[in-house]
């Protein structure tokens, strides 16, 4: 490297005020993402749940009136009453999965067959801001106030 080559870098400053404008609109970006993602959302408790298999409902809870409904014939569904709690088998031609409703207002899947079983190891539902997915079996589990914006996914 030359000499006067060396005298330019050592006169440069470190950064240019391009790359400020850079830095603060991406600094600004991220801030913006992070209060729209953790001030929105609905961390109200529960009224109640609805569950989809392959895009249909077929099973209800209402923690206001401490009672379920099974819709529809697209699982076979089988309930067991506890003091505190519900647990809820949904069978479809291609799995199952089962889940606990507690009374005190939240959901959580404790079983299913299918491989990676991610569903099961999903954080329980406690307020509106949740959901509960597994892929294999198109199962979904949603509250009631639950808005989704995005496509169904067909299985």
């Keep these: 490297m030359s000499l006067k ?14 790359d400020l404008i850079v830095y603060g609109i991406v ?5 913006v993402a ?15 749940i609805r569950v989809y298999a392959k895009g249909e409902a077929v099973f ?7 009672s379920y409904k099974i819709i529809g014939d697209g699982a076979k569904i089988t309930v067991d009453k ?36 991610d569903c099961v190891y999903s954080m329980e539902i406690k307020d509106n801001s949740g959901i509960i ?3 294999p079996h198109g199962l979904r589990i949603v509250p009631y106030e639950y808005s ?4 169904d996914v067909e299985i």
């Design 5 to 18: 080559k060396v005298t330019q870098v050592k006169a440069d400053r470190g950064f240019k005020i391009f």
């Design 27 to 31: 600094i600004l970006a991220v801030a």
């Design 34 to 48: 992070f209060i729209v993602l953790f001030t929105t959302r609905d961390d109200s408790p529960l009224s109640g």
């Design 60 to 66: 209800e809870y209402s923690f206001k009136e401490n």
């Design 82 to 117: 506890d003091e505190d709690k519900l647990t809820v088998r949904i069978a479809t031609d291609v799995g199952y999965n089962t889940m606990e409703i507690f009374k005190s207002g939240k959901v959580k899947v404790v079983d299913a067959d299918c491989k990676n079983k």
């Design 133 to 135: 997915y597994c892929s």
């Design 148 to 151: 989704d914006f995005g496509p």
